[in-house]
């Protein structure tokens, strides 16, 4: 404890004028960034559950549909799924760095990483929203009310040996259902990814007391690292079905 | 005294062969999806398959939290807590142990409309009775 009585200042009279990072609630750094830490990770766990929940219910309709989910699943680019999971390690890896900066001080590095992190975050929404959703939004492939299901909306899709049309229109719509909904979610959160790590690049621009503590660029890569997890799973589980 | 472990980050070189095994790794993923892998006592079923590329991406996964996500550096608190959230998911499973074992006691109505994967109404012992008489009494007809 500080033995100070001369300072009014509740940070010096707990003892933790001398590191201005440091709130007074927390015994030390360690302390501080390990709670930070729990912090962000019971969010994380939240969020696995979360998204725990629609791979449960995928995994329950694929096993009950099996080869109509693989029918319906050549609508799916694998090539395209593939560029954007390499699209994301690499975003991963240069969040990892900006951390490594962060820890550094280095600012102006940490910038670098993380909008390089954004590139990567852009280009993956470019390719799914332009490249994979816009597509079937247009042959009226999008599930609800103007769903079509017939050789004119399959034309782009069908190929010989095809056996689409075989398929339940209904259990078309549930797989398609299924991948909106979960790479939705997924692209929702790039999007708020890219909103934060826009954010954190200010505060580092500005080299602001928060851009001080690496911890806040760690919090924010836990974040940015789960977002890539979720991937890692959604591109076999949806792109490369077994026959 | 607590110290200052949660500063301890991997070397540059670290992630940098990280990024090159999740890549190889992803490659593996791809590859396996080309090929049939044939399952022991049932050739043509593709379960192989979906357990080769879960068990690559579990592993991608492992490899991402453990060292981009630094679980492998930090302190053991910040290790159990993430451990923990992973741990809940596999609960999560028990739900299959609900939908897995239906059919081993079949109850009327489940089996109704084939668009709808888990149609489930209540169970009428007295519509049960009928159909035994030979009148076909779905659980959809009960009212």
């Known amino acids: ?243 | 005294m607590a110290s200052d472990s949660h500063l301890n980050h991997p070397p540059v070189k670290h992630y940098v062969f990280n990024l090159v095994v999740l890549t190889i790794l992803m490659l593996a993923t791809i590859g396996a999806a080309q090929i049939h892998i044939p399952t022991p006592g049932n050739p043509e079923s593709p379960l192989m398959n979906n357990v080769v590329a879960l068990f690559i991406a579990t592993i991608k996964a492992g490899l991402v939290v453990a060292v981009f996500m630094g679980v492998r550096y930090t302190t053991t608190l910040v290790k159990m807590w993430a451990y923990t959230g992973f741990t809940w998911f596999t609960l999560m499973f028990i739900m299959w142990c609900d939908y897995g074992t239906r059919n081993w006691e079949p109850v009327a109505g489940w089996e109704g409309n084939p668009a709808n994967a888990l149609p489930r109404e209540p169970y009428r012992p007295e519509k049960k009775a009928a159909g035994e008489h030979g009148e076909s009494h779905g659980a959809t007809e009960a009212h």
């Open chain 1, 1 to 243: 404890m500080a033995t100070s009585t001369k300072s009014s200042s509740p940070v010096e009279q707990h003892g933790h004028g001398h590191d201005p990072l440091l709130h007074h609630q927390f015994e030390d750094m360690h302390q501080q960034t390990e709670s930070y830490l729990v912090g962000m990770w019971s969010f994380l766990v939240t969020e696995i559950m979360f998204f725990g929940a629609l791979f449960i219910m995928y995994s329950i309709y694929r096993w009950k549909y099996s080869h109509e989910f693989w029918e319906v699943h050549n609508l799916l680019d694998w090539k395209l799924g593939g560029i954007n999971t390499f699209i994301l390690l690499l975003s991963s890896f240069s969040m990892a760095m900006g951390v490594h900066y962060a820890t550094l001080k280095k600012h102006a590095l940490v910038n670098r990483c993380l909008a390089f992190t954004v590139l990567c975050a852009c280009a993956f929404l470019v390719i799914k929203l332009g490249w994979e959703w816009w597509p079937k939004w247009e042959h009226n492939l999008f599930p609800g009310p103007g769903f079509e299901w017939n050789e004119h909306s399959l034309e782009k899709y069908i190929k010989p040996g095809s056996d689409l049309l075989s398929v339940s229109p209904n259990i078309a719509q549930l797989f398609l259902s299924l991948y909106f909904a979960m790479t939705g979610l997924h692209g929702i959160h790039v999007l708020v990814g890219i909103l934060v790590l826009v954010g954190l690049m200010v505060l580092h621009k500005k080299q602001t007391p928060s851009a001080q503590d690496y911890v806040n660029t760690e919090m924010v890569g836990l974040y940015w690292h789960f977002v890539d997890l979720v991937w890692i799973f959604l591109y076999p589980l949806f792109y490369l079905i077994p026959k």
